[in-house]
């Protein structure tokens, strides 16, 4: 119930019972004036009588008198007995009064011994004299209701409205509208009250903006810190999934908001994970800390990661919820593999500078005491088909001490502005040769006035090196294609890169020949056809460009080598060391 109506019930029941207490005293007083008007009325009619009767009246005059009488005294019966009972005067005023109206009938012995019986009435002249000296209860009625009224008004007018209008912004507030302000100008306590309501509705409004801004920020940082945080609650549900869980393992936030942890195993988690989080959960202990496990995801691939977990704790010591920090160390394991081969290939060509040179003498004396020996021998002596052997086999020998130094010896690229379409044609000028004698053939789809910014002869080995591993590699009968093209890289800056790819149609690689091909001497070709170091040197020579080679293969599908090198470089790129080498590969 409104507080205007209450106030309006409360004032009119007070009002209402002084109306019905003046009624009371009214009817009270009103009977009380009647019982003694017809008493007075009746004594003044039997003293007429008794007066008359004394005076020797006859019947009829004294009934005429009474007739006059009537109008004034309301009489309506007068009868006078004798001492003994006998009737002396019967009178009855004419007509019968209206019903309802107050009678008194009274009995009053006269001096002579007579007994005046006396009924009378209450008269209208002698009601309206009532009326006429006492307030009538309709006046009072009215006046209540006008009372009521303006009761009514004042309260809805200075309490109701006002603090129906209050109730209202207080509504507002209490459902989020902050901007809610109770409207200013209302009288007494309730405009005190609505002021105290705007002070705290703007001291809310402030905290709410702070701890807004101050959550934005918090949130920000989350969001944007490059290793994974999420957040979950006392079900194990995902409440919180930062940016760089849904970069690194392709599911954003909303796929992942509400989902238990169970759930993301192994999309994203190891199930160890939702193990230690369950004992977190169940209090059987407060942090857990997973480092280095791996396993494959749904959207990302193989993995390694490191994931730490703590206990939310609420002021009772209660766990509400669960953090993890997730930090992936998939690349870091793949540069430390990198740098461990690198060190690899750096002890390996220490060691194939150390063996080239101590190996190098020998070859060269023994090759010229060969070599003089031949020439020595008459043309159809049979040693000399013998020496003649020994000679090539030495010539092989060094050329793989000339390709261990190449890898061992490190020269920097003397880069020029060369054409790529131009630079393969010089290449195929010079293995085709060998294309012709194993049967292959060579398609190309150079762009003209596609340049490139390296060194031409280093280029050139990269790409004879990768045409004779593939000849070798199909041995007779075939198909070369090879294609260049441009392309921008956002990983790499948005830096352009010139592609050329070599594919062949060879019996293609399985994994574990793949992950070997550029370590030096890993080769799967037989005795006498292979050295294993065609490759490692053309890897030297484009990453001293500052590229890179992807290799595609699979049994029985061929194999595709793709040559990225940037299209144009920095003077640091031009001083870099290389291994590198002049002439044939």
Not at 74 to 100: D, M, N
Not at 555 to 567: E, H, I, N, R
């Amino acid at each position: 119930m409104r507080i205007g109506t209450k106030l309006t019930l409360g004032v009119g029941g007070v009002l209402v019972c002084v109306a019905v207490g003046y009624g009371v005293f009214y009817l009270v007083v009103r009977h009380a004036y009647v019982r003694a008007t017809l008493t007075d009325n009746a004594r003044l009619v039997a003293d007429v009588v008794a007066a008359a009767r004394r005076g020797g009246l006859a019947p009829d005059a004294v009934g005429a008198l009474l007739d006059d009488l009537a109008a004034t005294t309301g009489a309506r019966e007068v009868s006078v007995r004798g001492p003994g009972g006998a009737p002396l005067l019967a009178w009855r005023a004419a007509g019968s009064g209206p019903p309802g109206v107050p009678e008194l009938t009274r009995e009053q012995a006269a001096p002579s011994g007579d007994v005046v019986q006396v009924r009378v009435a209450f008269t209208a002249r002698e009601a309206e004299r009532f009326s006429s000296r006492n307030v009538d209860v309709w006046v009072v009625a009215l006046v209540t209701l006008a009372l009521l009224f303006i009761v009514h008004r004042l309260s809805r007018t200075n309490v109701a409205e006002p603090l129906a209008g209050l109730t209202r912004q207080v509504e507002r507030f209490a459902r989020g509208d902050l901007a809610a302000r109770a409207p200013d100008g209302a009288p007494g306590e309730i405009g005190l009250l609505a002021g105290r309501f705007n002070a705290l509705a703007e001291t809310v409004a402030r905290q709410t903006e702070e701890l807004v801004k101050e959550r934005e920020y918090e949130r920000n940082i989350v969001q944007n810190i490059t290793s994974g945080v999420v957040g979950l609650d006392a079900e194990a549900r995902v409440t919180t999934w930062n940016g760089a869980m849904a970069r690194r393992y392709g599911v954003p936030a909303e796929a992942a908001a509400g989902r238990p942890v169970e759930d993301l195993c192994p999309e994203v988690f190891d199930p160890a994970v939702a193990t230690a989080v369950r004992e977190l959960l169940a209090g059987a202990r407060e942090r857990f800390d997973l480092v280095g496990l791996s396993h494959p995801t749904a959207h990302a691939g193989d993995h390694v990661m490191d994931v730490r977990g703590r206990a939310l704790l609420d002021g009772a010591g209660h766990t509400y919820g669960v953090v993890l920090a997730v930090d992936d160390r998939t690349e870091q394991v793949a540069l430390t593999a990198q740098l461990r081969h690198a060190e690899k290939l750096a002890t390996i060509g220490q060691l194939a500078a150390g063996l080239a040179h101590e190996i190098g003498t020998p070859l060269n004396v023994i090759s010229g005491r060969a070599e003089f020996v031949l020439k020595k021998l008459p043309e159809g002596d049979d040693l000399r088909r013998h020496l003649t052997r020994i000679v090539a086999q030495i010539d092989r020998i060094s050329g793989i001490v000339s390709q261990m130094l190449v890898f061992a010896r490190k020269r920097p690229p003397r880069k020029a502005r060369l054409e790529v379409a131009e630079l393969v044609d010089t290449v195929v000028d010079l293995v085709a040769h060998p294309l012709d004698r194993a049967g292959i053939a060579l398609e190309t789809d150079i762009p003209k006035d596609l340049w490139l910014d390296a060194d031409p002869d280093q280029v050139q080995q990269v790409v004879i090196n990768i045409l004779i591993n593939g000849i070798q590699a199909m041995g007779s009968g075939g198909t070369f294609r090879v294609r260049a093209t441009t392309l921008c890289l956002p990983s790499r800056g948005y830096a352009t890169y010139v592609g050329l790819s070599v594919a062949d149609t060879g019996p293609g690689m399985p994994p574990d020949v793949r992950d070997h091909i550029f370590d030096p001497f890993f080769t799967t070709k037989e005795p006498g056809k292979g050295t294993g170091m065609g490759l490692p040197v053309a890897q030297g020579i484009v990453s001293a460009h500052g590229g890179w080679i992807e290799v595609e293969s699979a049994p029985g599908a061929g194999s595709c080598f793709t040559v990225y090198l940037p299209q144009s470089t920095s003077d640091a790129d031009t001083d870099a060391p290389a291994p590198g080498a002049e002439g044939a590969p």
